[in-house]
């Protein structure tokens, strides 16, 4: 990562406007040189060393800073340079707890347990955590002398090289800890909801069992009875009856075909099978479709059709033959499933059929690999779009060649199927892995963005209620409303609306307006000179953080100056110069009673505390949503079934979508704003699509522009239609 930040500055320095730019990026690349072997060592340390102390000890969480403070202290402001890396080292770590979330609880668990410690909450810092590494590199590059521009480039390629990383860390920290033999059974499944799991990758990995979908679940032991009835009858079959001798099969535990031999049963239909896999069994296909016709396909076992001469069908082999083309004729009839992706499935209906006739715990087993397979394979194809994705994408070529090697490669042995499903979890492991990264970045720019947004409304109204009915000088409003609001909304996007930081930019506007509020007393007056040193150090501070031009700096303090000096001498009120403008927030009359005034100037600290409680109580209540900045979505439409199932979506939901330009495509939920109520749509490669609310999404469903696509196991959802076709003695 470091030798790229010098070809990054190199870069830089080369395209940079200025010599004196160009220098600073040469004089980045040195220090950078000169201290690499320091930063490098001090990092590796800092994070044992944390990771040390966060296993003897639960991190104390930060003061709210809400507790009494002199004017002094409310009225100290932090770097504005500051603010922008703690952003930048705060979006690292929210970045890698939503990407890391399964391995960053697993190792919070076994470490927990290493220590003997409470394990930590998600809100809570783990000791090998993303605020521990982020930290540590933080800690460890203070000690280069660069401009902040130049410390924010290191971060994000911190951020691009380490943190996108971290996973292969994390998981082998977390194989080292299991197979050391702490806490080894343990699963993210054993605490983490499916639901949950399914909002974070989009949908069930292969392996997960069906029984984390309720109704699934609940069924399997019907589909088990419903087709050991259909299959075998209330009589048993032919004693012996099973795979068990044949060629690379073993005798299945706990499958439910009764009795164990004969293998001269299944072996002729079996071959016979295997030459039509070899030679393509178009022939017997559905005129127009994809699926076997069962009965074609049965008349040419027992008709010799097959080189190999007649085929003698037992009743149990009929039977299987006609349950997996219910099983197949399911598939090729979900419209949840792209065409093309049928087509490649198709060519496995052979190779399944000798598997459920060799292998009897295919119907029995839900994790039997060839059901995983196909699962994973209708998974992976509900979010391919024909006409949308991109044709390097890859996925209907491997697909090809994956169901290619079964046909080729399978006779009697089901092992294939397991080292063709290996492999194919395997590339979409590392397909999945840059889409991850792509739609992370989409996301993280779109939450960025609210955040900014949701931090200058919020500013925005904590500036109107400081001010409200309050006459200031124009030039002094103008201040408030714009540069000092600016500064409170990098306040609250650094560390939201309860932190000191924002206390304390807060408490200088709100101690500002104080001091150009008419002072009737002298004990009014002598606080607002002792007042002005720290407020007007305060304005001085943040202008130059603010960086603002010196004639502006100058004016503003010219004319506080004038105010000032006039509250402090006048003993009443005197008339109000032409500068100064009413509030458009208030319509009361401008003639006051000395006590009503002193009652709402009673003192600065006064003033402050209770303006500071009415902007926290609005910001706690959420009552600052929807003000400047941010954009509210159309709310118009009926709150019918279709909004109720709109607004019901969850993260990770697949969507077969047209868009005004009549193009078909599969898009993901991938986020759901609770301050915009946006939801924010990507394709399989993590590209943003398209933004609505829950309204608009209810629209196009409502129109049929738009359908939710179901993502239960699709071998699952087959023998559950065959169980109905069965109970209904079809």
Known sequence: ????????????????????????????????????????????????????????????????????????????LVETDELEEKLAIDAMVTKAKRLYAESLFLLGQRLAAMAGTPAPTVDEEMAIGPEVICAAFQEASSSLQVDIQIRLLLYKLFDHDVINDLGEFYAGVDLILREAGILPTLTAADAMPAAHRARRNGGPRTGQAADERGGVNEAADDITQALRQFLYGPEPVAPGFSG????????????????????????????ALSRLQQTGSENYQIAGGLSIDPTALKRGLSEGSFAGGIVPVHPLEERTIDVVAMLFDFLFEDPDLPGQIKNAVARLQIPVLKVALIDPEFFGRKQHPVRRLLNQLAHAGIGWSPEADDPADGLLQCIDHLVGRVVNEFEDNVQIFSEVLEDFEAWLG????????????????????????????????????????????????????????????????????????????????????WSLMPKNTDVARRQLLDTLPSLLRALREGMDRMRMTADTRDGLLSSLAVEHTRLARTPKEVPKPQEFAQSSHSNASVMTTEVETEDATHDAKS?????????????????????????????????????????????????????????????????????SGKYFFVNRQGMKIVE??????????????ARIIEDAPMVDRA????????QQGV
């Open 719 to 726: 023998l559950l239609s065959v169980l109905d076709t069965l």
């Open 244 to 271: 068990a001798h044949m060629p690379g099969v073993s005798t299945p535990a706990g499958g439910f075909v009764p009795g164990g031999g004969a293998a001269q049963l299944t072996v002729p239909v079996v071959q």
């Open 430 to 513: 590392e397909t999945e892995q840059r889409s991850s990264e792509r739609e992370e970045e989409a996301v993280d720019e779109a939450l960025q963005e609210e955040n900014r947004l949701l931090a200058k409304s919020a500013a925005a109204a904590a500036i109107d209620s400081t001010i409200a009915d309050a006459e200031l000088p124009e030039s002094v409003r103008s201040f408030l409303i714009g540069p000092w609001k600016d500064l409170l909304a990098r306040a609250y996007r650094a560390d939201g609306g309860e932190s000191p930081t924002w206390d304390r930019v807060l408490n200088v506007a709100s101690t500002l307006v």
């Open 1 to 76: 990562m470091l030798e790229q930040i010098d070809d990054s500055l190199f870069a830089r320095a080369d395209r940079a406007d200025s010599n004196q730019l160009q220098t600073a990026y040469f004089d980045a690349m040195r220090e950078i040189r000169l201290k690499r072997p320091t930063l490098e060592s001090d990092f590796s340390a800092l994070v044992l060393k944390h990771f040390d102390q966060g296993l003897q000890q639960r991190p104390v969480p930060a003061s709210s800073g809400r507790g009494h403070a002199t004017i002094e202290d409310a009225l100290s």
């Open 607 to 675: 003033f402050m505390a209770k303006k500071a409680a009415e902007i926290n109580r609005m910001i706690d209540e959420g009552r600052f949503l929807g003000g400047a900045g941010v954009s509210t979505l159309n709310d118009e439409g009926p709150y019918d079934q279709h909004y109720e199932r709109a607004e019901s979506l969850g993260e990770g939901a697949w969507l077969d979508w047209r868009d005004q330009k009549g193009c078909e495509q599969r898009i993901k939920l991938s986020w759901k704003s609770v301050i």
């Open 692 to 705: 609505m609310n829950a309204h608009a999404l209810a629209g196009e469903l409502r129109d049929g522009r």
